[in-house]
């Protein structure tokens, strides 16, 4: 086994960074400027999925629909509203880690469901506080199948230049997890999403005390105990 993985790709949301406050909040507004209504189990049911199949779902819940581009554009420029004036921190061991990885030289690619407007907003509320740490940026809106098809982290090892197979990808969900396993990547899960003895995937509750290489390890020793993805109920959103 080697020490370190040959590039390593962050999700965003959820394993960097917990938005999932303000996505509420934003859809709430969104919903109720045009004369619906929202709630918790409205939010549960957009929960792990792609921003396209929240917007479709709000659609279908308005009296008087708006084109999903447009409800789509509104729902992004409120969110993007909401990150400004929150006060949005790392997730514990986010930063650290982050910056362990830059200071190894090792490859990195941030790898988000989010469209890069979202991207673009916490990177200037919150990663850019550490600098510029990611070599290549992959946004739901720019692949022509989002998470959790393979096809983000296919493209960001691609970029990087690395076969996925040497790259360690950090995920919070099992929309994320099916689409970093689907690539073939090693993957560990962070927080809820709990995967379990026998799935392939490595689990650790947050990146807090946890280093590049112990990760690494997680997700090796993971691997080499095959079985069925993760099934685990749906967290944040990615």
């Known amino acids: 086994m080697t020490a370190h993985p040959g590039a390593v790709l962050f999700d965003m949301d959820g394993t960097l960074v917990d938005t999932e406050p303000l996505w509420y909040a934003a859809e709430y507004d969104v919903m109720v400027a045009l004369g619906g209504t ?38 992004m420029t409120t969110m993007e509203r909401h990150i400004a004036a929150a006060d949005l921190q790392w997730l514990p061991g986010a ?37 510029d740490v990611f070599d290549v940026v992959v946004a739901g809106d720019e692949v022509a199948a989002t998470k959790p098809h393979p096809e983000p982290y296919l493209t960001a090892a691609a970029v990087l230049g690395r076969p996925a197979g040497d790259c360690l990808a950090l995920e919070d969900s099992p929309t994320g997890l099916a689409s970093a396993i689907a690539a073939g990547c090693r993957v560990v899960a962070v927080g809820a999403p709990a995967a379990g003895p026998g799935t392939g995937v490595a689990t650790v509750p947050d990146l807090a005390g946890h280093s590049v290489a112990t990760l690494w390890a997680l997700a090796q020793a993971a691997i080499r105990q095959p079985g069925p993805s993760p099934s685990a109920p749906r967290t944040r959103r990615q």
Do not use: F, N
């Not at 189990?41 to 084109?67: N, S």
């Open 95 to 131: 930063r650290d880690l982050v910056l362990q990885v830059r200071e190894l030289g090792l490859p990195t690619a941030l790898v988000s469901a989010s469209w890069r407007r979202i991207i673009a907003a916490v990177e200037a509320k919150v990663i850019a506080t550490v600098g």
């Open 38 to 75: 929202w709630d918790e189990q409205d939010q549960a049911a957009c929960l792990g999925g792609p921003v396209h199949r929240t917007v479709a779902y709000m659609a279908d819940r308005l009296t008087d629909p708006m084109p999903a581009d447009e409800l789509g554009d509104l729902l």
